[in-house]
């Protein structure tokens, strides 16, 4: 699965993509990331942005800059499931994140297209938009945290990136039930706290009933 990223700032993504269960799934070929750069659908001294129209003043991505980025990414790896981060978009939630997953592995290229400045011409996510996902309602300087945040949560769906799919399956907002206390041992006991008994004595049956109920 190829995922496209469209950034004004594709330097942020360096760390993230290079760190724990993004990399590996990336080392297992699970995934592949192009990060790109508005910057690099340009020709040199051409902006990526320019003035919004009406009142107030602002800059926003103009749209035929997207359309160029649009066009090479599928050129080199076919048309793809196209996700821009707003804030006037559906709202992240386990929900969303399980029906954006099925897309990931529906879809052998996905597109993230992340905004700054003002946001996005309103023409391109017309012309180009299959879902808009906003993460809450607050307003960040860019769409690259949010399109962070949407692949760790999507991410953790698809099949091989997290080892074991039980502890998916068990995350708080998958079923009716929040996740339940976690405890380590050693230390069995911490600062006068012990670990609560019944987790000790391995009876799956009557461990699982306490994890029901706390
Ligand atoms: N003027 C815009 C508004 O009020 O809706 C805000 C633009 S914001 C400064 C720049 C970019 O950050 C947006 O185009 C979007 O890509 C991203 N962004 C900001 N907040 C977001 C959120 N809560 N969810 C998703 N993307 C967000």
Known sequence: MDVSILTVFPEIYTNFLQTSLMKRAQEKDIVSFDVCAFSSFCKDKERIDSPT???????????????RAVDVQEKKYGKAYRIFLTPQGEKLDQRLTKKLAMSFVENDHVMLVAGRYEGIDERAHTEYVDIEVSIGDYILMGGDLPAMVLLETVMRYIPSVVGKSESVEKDSFSGAFLDFPTYTAPPRVWKDREIPPILLDGHHAKIDEWRLNN
């Open 53 to 67: 129209v009406g009142h107030g003043s602002g800059m926003a991505i103009r749209p035929d800059v997207i359309e």
